[in-house]
C-alpha cells in the first residue's frame, strides 16, 4: 500500500480539508521536512519524499496557528522572515497533539523518535499527564478553553477545540 492510501493520511488529510486548509500533491525539492512544505492556506505533499506522515499535522499546526492574513502569505516571500515564531512553534506542537486526540491517532505518530530535536518523549511524557505547555497561546487564540474556563463556561476543555484555525 503506498504511504497517500494509507488509513491515517487519507483520515488527516480528509481533517485538513474539513478545516479549510488545501492539500496539492506535489514533486517537491529540498525542504525542512522531508516531502513536506507550506504555501498560502495549503500543504505541499510529495508523497514519494515524505519520512513521517505524522509531520503533516504538524506543519498544517503551523498555519492553523497562524493569523488568516499570515496564513495566505505562508509559503511565500511577503510573509515576516520571523515566522514562524518561537510561541507559534510551540503552538502547532499542541495543536498537532489536538489533532492527534482528535482524530484518534497514536501520539508517536506525531511524535516520533526522529522529531522535536529529540524531544518528542518529553512532549508524550507531559501531554500524556495533561500538562499542556503553549496552552494560554492556543486559549488567547480563541482556539480551545483550558479547564477552568471550559467548566465556567460550560463548554468542552482542551484537548477539544472550539475552532481549528486562528482568525
Request: include cysteine; hydrophobic fraction near 40%; charge should be negative.
Amino acid at each position: 500500500m503506498s504511504v497517500k492510501a494509507s488509513p491515517e493520511i487519507q483520515k488527516i488529510i480528509s481533517f485538513l480539508r474539513e478545516i479549510g486548509l488545501d492539500i496539492i500533491e506535489k514533486e517537491l525539492d529540498t525542504t525542512f521536512l522531508p516531502g513536506l512544505s507550506l504555501g498560502p492556506n495549503c500543504l505541499y505533499i510529495d508523497y514519494d519524499k515524505l519520512l513521517y506522515p505524522g509531520d503533516i499535522l504538524h506543519e498544517a499546526g503551523h498555519l492553523a496557528v497562524t493569523s488568516s492574513a499570515e496564513r495566505k502569505l505562508a509559503g511565500t516571500n511577503e510573509i515576516s522572515p520571523d515566522w514562524p515564531t518561537q510561541a507559534e512553534e510551540i503552538g502547532a506542537i499542541l495543536w498537532s497533539f489536538a489533532a492527534l486526540t482528535h482524530l484518534k491517532l497514536p501520539l508517536e505518530f506525531v511524535f516520533h523518535p526522529n522529531g522535536y530535536k529529540n524531544q518528542s518523549d518529553w512532549f508524550i511524557s507531559n501531554f500524556s499527564v495533561k500538562n499542556y505547555i503553549g496552552l494560554p497561546f492556543l486559549e488567547w487564540m480563541g482556539l480551545c478553553l483550558s479547564q477552568d474556563r471550559a467548566l465556567q463556561e460550560g463548554k468542552p476543555a482542551f484537548p477539544e477545540m472550539l475552532k481549528w484555525l486562528r482568525d
